[in-house]
């Protein structure tokens, strides 16, 4: 099932590409590398550097369902697959 949604939400472009986590072939190093080069880049070019870190672990279980559902259906992600 994960395989076929992340696959939909890929041949779709529904997801940024800044999100490595769901993003087919891209993993949390890719998006650490990119953060680090980032950072790098600013240092080096003696720019302000500024930034805010949050734990967003359980961020899942403060989101509305019903609309997160309504959502997904208006990308025709049901839990049928078609």
Do not use: P, W
Request: glycine share 4%; aromatic share 8%; charged share 25%.
């Amino acid at each position: 099932m994960q395989s076929r949604l992340l696959k939909r939400l890929h041949n779709n472009n529904i997801l940024g590409s800044e999100q490595y986590r769901f993003q087919m072939k891209l993993t949390m190093e890719n998006s650490t590398h990119k953060l680090v080069n980032e950072i790098l880049h600013v240092l080096n070019n003696k720019l302000i550097l500024g930034g805010i870190f949050c734990d967003l672990e359980k961020a899942f279980f403060c989101v509305n369902h019903d609309r997160l559902i309504m959502k997904l259906e208006t990308y025709r992600i049901t839990g049928i697959d078609k």
